[in-house]
């Protein structure tokens, strides 16, 4: 069983920047497709985005396109949400997920069944 640990949050002004990275307990985690959500108060957990196995493909949510850069480090365990130019709408709880069933990606929270315990990022206008 996987553990997942997300940092990387913070506080920023709009325009900003923050990384967040994801790290894994397990060394076979390249055999694990991995997404991020996000959540803001009182809202959905909602899809952001995921990478393949291998980091070979990747799918962005249409409200981070352009802005957000996903990737992952196989050798150390570790996917990464490089997030830029960001909005105040970008506030929430962010997520790591992972599961080695998935054989691509995928954008569904259903389909993961190992999350980290999140971490806050916060835009402020």
């Known amino acids: 069983q996987v553990q997942l640990v997300e940092s990387g949050g913070g506080l920023v002004q709009t325009g900003g920047s923050l990384r967040l990275s994801c790290a894994a307990s397990?060394?076979?985690?390249?055999?694990?497709?991995v997404g991020w959500f996000r959540q803001a108060l009182g809202k959905e957990r909602e899809f952001v985005a995921a990478?393949?196995?291998?980091?070979?493909?990747?799918h962005y949510a249409d409200s981070v396109k352009g802005r957000f850069t996903i990737s992952r480090d196989n050798t150390k365990n570790t996917v990464f949400l490089q997030m830029t130019s960001l909005k105040p709408e970008d506030t929430a709880v962010y997520y790591c997920?992972?599961?080695?069933?998935?054989?691509?990606?995928?954008?569904?929270?259903?389909?993961?069944?190992?999350w980290g315990q999140g971490t806050q990022a916060t835009v402020s206008s």
């Open positions: 997920a992972a599961d080695r069933r998935i054989l691509g990606l995928s954008v569904l929270v259903g389909d993961y069944a190992y």
């Open positions: 397990e060394r076979t985690f390249s055999s694990y497709a």
């Open positions: 990478i393949s196995r291998s980091g070979g493909t990747w």
